[in-house]
């Protein structure tokens, strides 16, 4: 049974850092993509970044230069380290594991930014 535990959210001002982990169980972690999407309220739940399982980045444009999405293989983790955060950052962060195309998440994570 794969499960996904995000950890790490919370309340920050603009310009600050969060880094959100993502520990999974249940899978071998290190065959699948991993990704991060964020849901702000009203708003449809869309991609942050996702890694591959070589370690391969990609990111949507909001998130360029400012996130960086890691794994580490040996702890069943993904990372998603949020740098100069802005208001619009506001949502909650969600891992999900891509197993054979089918998509899991986790429960997910408030993020939210003052301005």
């Known amino acids: 049974q794969v499960q996904l535990v995000e950890s790490g959210g919370g309340l920050v001002q603009a310009g600050g850092s969060l880094t959100l982990s993502c520990a999974a169980s249940g899978v071998i972690f290190s065959n699948h993509v991993m990704g991060w999407y964020r849901q702000a309220p009203g708003k449809q739940r869309e991609l942050v970044a996702i890694i591959t399982r070589n370690g391969s980045t990609n990111y949507a444009g909001s998130a360029k230069g400012r996130f960086t999405i890691s794994r580490d293989n040996a702890k069943n983790t993904v990372y998603l380290q949020m740098n100069s955060l802005k208001p619009e950052d506001t949502a909650v962060y969600y891992c999900?594991?891509?197993?054979?195309?089918?998509?899991?998440w986790g429960q997910g994570t408030q993020v939210t930014v003052s301005s």
């Open positions: 999900d594991a891509n197993i054979f195309g089918e998509l899991y």
